[in-house]
């Protein structure tokens, strides 16, 4: 069968994950060792703290960058404009920007800080795949997104994870040397590098906590993006056939396309991973399709009762 | 949307604002008077219509409801973007009875507690050298827009016409002043 040709890279998904977790522990470890070489730590909240502004406030354009999005006009693309002109009428939002992406991978993407900086992104694959109804459904997902900040609240997040481990550690470096000069003499080297050791395994515990939290801040974000979509166009069933249709299509995309897809997962509409792929559900960014086809169910089933 | 809102991630579907529906008679004499555009007495009223049984037994309510008195039998149409456009049809003179036929639709809908699923009203005018003009009710900003259409299979809008009507119009009814909601209804039916 052709489809085996492509069957997903599980070791991928969890080396991609490993990677993941090891860049956010090497900022936390790199910002130990800055403060550990008694750099000023003003100094360090202005490197820290300038990387989250350039991710806060240069979401939009680095997203779509990288997912090579192009910004349409609505005599470029007539269809996708006018879905998401009804959807703004219908929840009265300013319009984003409509931007598409020239990928085959199926899917769309909402970044932007604000309700004004917003582009809604869906690739080429996605607007192939999908009928009218269903694209409504996921572009009413991803203006959810927009609605709800998801970039700014996990952005703040994310680095409220990498803020917990800076804390600790200014707390164990104040506790050190915070006794005076006659604490600092009253330790012997060996005693420092015991603490300093302890100092880093404490951040790190902070570090893989705020992960896992993050995660779960992820997923419960997406249904309520699920929810609010489903609920602005009356169609959750919609959503869900089309939820079905990406994450069933997925496992025959070639992984050239899923590696350099990855970075962008949190805004994704599902991950760019392949279903099935052996990951506890405690690592994704995103709810199983299972609980998310529940949901929509549940709200289907709500809409149809009387009044 | 409060802050506590969109922190948890729980924004609710916009509730309809229908009461400005009723500034439309007004404004169709001064279309008249100013500009010498006349109602065809169209109307239509476009909604999302939700799943299920409980937005299907409305619909059929409200469609028993309009055509419970004599004339023409009120029209049902699907577009592409899967909204339902519900075209009456009343004596061209006859403005405010078509204003209150498609504010019994709104009501109905929102009593169901299907207000959000509202989008639209629209009502067309023509003019004797052919210049067609809709006016378009937004529900949920309870303002109104102009959408002019050129003739052709061209999606082009006469936005001249559009400002110039905005003008006209401003002390009769609230025109929507972010142009950017102006969105276009291309193939409404009526228009």
């Not at chain 2, 506590?4 to 008249?32: E, H, N």
């Not at chain 2, 004339?71 to 339902?84: A, S, W």
Request: hydrophobic share 45%; glycine share 8%; with cysteine.
């Amino acid at each position: 069968m052709a489809r085996t040709r492509f069957a997903a890279d599980r070791g991928l998904v969890s080396r991609m994950l490993v990677v993941m977790f090891l860049l956010g522990l090497l900022y936390v470890v790199f910002v130990g060792a800055l403060l550990a070489v008694n750099i000023a730590w003003q100094l360090i909240i202005i490197v820290v703290g300038g990387f989250f502004l350039i991710q806060f406030f240069a979401s939009d354009r680095i997203a779509l960058f990288a997912m090579h999005g192009r910004v349409v006009t609505p005599e470029e693309a007539p269809e996708l404009h006018a879905i998401v002109d009804r959807l703004c009428a219908m929840s009265n939002t300013p319009k984003p920007k409509v931007a598409i992406a020239d990928s085959d991978v199926p899917n769309a993407f909402a970044t932007g800080r604000s309700q004004k900086r917003a582009v809604v992104c869906a690739t080429t694959g996605i607007m192939r795949r999908l009928d009218a109804e269903e694209l409504e459904g996921v572009l009413a997902h991803e203006m959810s997104h927009v609605a709800h900040h998801d970039v700014a609240v996990m952005t703040i997040a994310s680095f409220l994870g990498v803020l917990a481990g800076f804390i600790t550690r200014i707390a164990f470096y104040s506790e050190m040397f915070g006794g005076g000069g006659y604490n600092r003499r009253g330790r012997n080297d060996q005693n420092t590098a015991m603490i300093a050791f302890f100092v880093m395994i404490v951040s790190a515990v902070v570090y893989a906590v705020s992960f896992l939290l993050i995660r779960a801040l992820s997923r419960y974000r997406e249904l309520s993006a699920d929810r609010a979509g489903a609920l602005l166009t009356g169609r959750p069933s919609s959503l869900a056939s089309a939820l079905q249709k990406v994450t069933g299509a997925m496992g025959q995309i070639p992984t050239r396309d899923l590696r350099s897809a990855e970075a962008f997962n949190a805004f994704f509409f599902t991950p760019a991973l392949a279903k099935g792929a052996s990951l506890s559900s405690l690592f994704s960014t995103h709810p199983s399709l299972e609980r998310r086809l529940q949901q929509l169910a549940e709200i289907s089933r709500e809409l149809g009762e009387g009044r | 949307m409060g802050f506590l809102d969109s922190l948890l991630g729980r924004s609710k579907p916009v509730k309809a604002d229908l009461d400005d529906l009723f500034a439309l008679p007004s404004a169709a004499i001064t279309m008249q008077a100013g500009l010498g555009f006349t109602s065809s007495g169209q109307g239509s009223v476009c909604y999302k219509p939700a799943e299920g049984a409980a937005f299907a037994r409305t619909e059929t309510e409200v469609q028993e409801l309009l055509d419970a008195d004599q004339g023409p039998k009120v029209e049902l149409t699907k577009d592409t973007y899967g909204f339902t456009w519900l075209l009456v049809r009343h004596d061209a003179s006859d403005v405010p009875g078509l204003v209150t036929d498609l504010h019994a639709v709104n009501s109905s809908l929102q009593a169901a507690g299907f207000g959000p699923a509202l989008l639209c009203s629209m009502v067309p005018f023509q003019h004797s050298d052919g210049r067609r003009v809709a006016l378009v009710y937004l529900y949920k900003r309870g303002t109104f827009y102009p959408f002019a259409p050129l003739p052709g299979a061209t999606q082009k809008r006469d936005n001249a016409l559009e400002i110039e009507i905005q003008g006209t119009l401003a002390s009769d009814l609230k025109v929507e002043p972010d142009l950017a909601h102006w969105f276009p209804i291309w193939g409404a039916p009526g228009l």
